[in-house]
């Protein structure tokens, strides 16, 4: 298996702009998650979905992102308007709940706002 | 306060050096990750464990489910184990909160 797949590795924009980014879950994982990491706070979790649905998105921090999963093998993470302080890397990772849980990570994509 | 807490924060060590970096969480769980992420920022699960220790190649992950307690330790440390080691505790569903993370260098 290729992994969990993300797209772009990189991305540079100015403020103000929709970004969207990719994700391919490893297939057969049920679970899905995205996190932001940054110097500031680390790792958080953003929002993960199970079987497609998203279960808790808590962590999004404003209407501003928004994460849609429309099948089990893609999701992708949107922000619209793009601030400055939406640069940070943003990981996805999937899973199988209940087939020991451990969490696969991708290669993150690095957002950078101007 | 984070319910994961990681010691020390930044480790420096020689090449060769045993090196233990310690996990404690205030949450009572079933099971520990220990992640590692290298300077070029990919994120690799290292372990998971729930109970007991467990060994691959040179890195050993022992957990004490009752302390609330995990370590990660590297024998023969090597400049190539320089990263950032992150453990983190599964909630509902397998949602993941991470320790603040041990940023280790090894120096030859």
């Known amino acids: 298996d290729a992994g969990v797949i993300q797209s772009p590795r990189h991305e540079v924009t100015e ?3 929709e970004v969207t980014l990719r994700c391919k879950p490893i297939s057969g994982h049920n ?3 995205w996190y932001r990491q940054t110097m500031m706070r680390g790792l958080e979790l953003l929002i993960y979905f199970n079987n497609n649905v998203p ?3 808590s962590g999004m921090p404003e209407d501003r992102f928004s994460a849609k999963m429309p099948n089990a093998s893609f999701s992708t993470l949107k922000i619209q308007p793009s601030e400055p302080r939406d640069s940070a890397v943003y990981f996805c990772a999937s899973t199988q709940v209940g087939g020991g849980n451990e969490q696969f990570f991708g290669p993150g994509t690095r957002l950078t706002v101007l | 306060k984070n319910e994961v807490e990681q010691s020390p924060q930044n480790l420096t060590a020689q090449e060769g050096e045993f090196i233990t970096i310690n996990c404690s969480y205030s949450v009572g769980i079933s099971a520990l990750h220990w992640l590692q992420q290298h300077p070029g920022g990919g994120i690799v699960s290292l372990f998971m464990l729930s109970s007991g220790k467990k060994k691959h190649g040179r890195l050993i992950a022992t957990i004490n489910i009752q ?5 990660l330790h590297i024998t023969a440390s090597h400049p190539r184990d320089s990263a950032v080691y992150i453990c ?3 909630g509902t569903a ?4 991470f320790g603040t ?3 280790l260098q090894v120096t030859l």
């Open chain 2, 88 to 90: 983190a505790r599964p």
């Open chain 1, 31 to 33: 679970s899905l998650f």
């Open chain 1, 15 to 17: 403020m103000g702009q």
């Open chain 2, 94 to 97: 397998s949602k993941l909160t």
């Open chain 2, 101 to 103: 993370g041990t940023r």
């Open chain 1, 55 to 57: 279960i808790d998105d």
């Open chain 2, 67 to 71: 302390e609330k307690h995990s370590s």
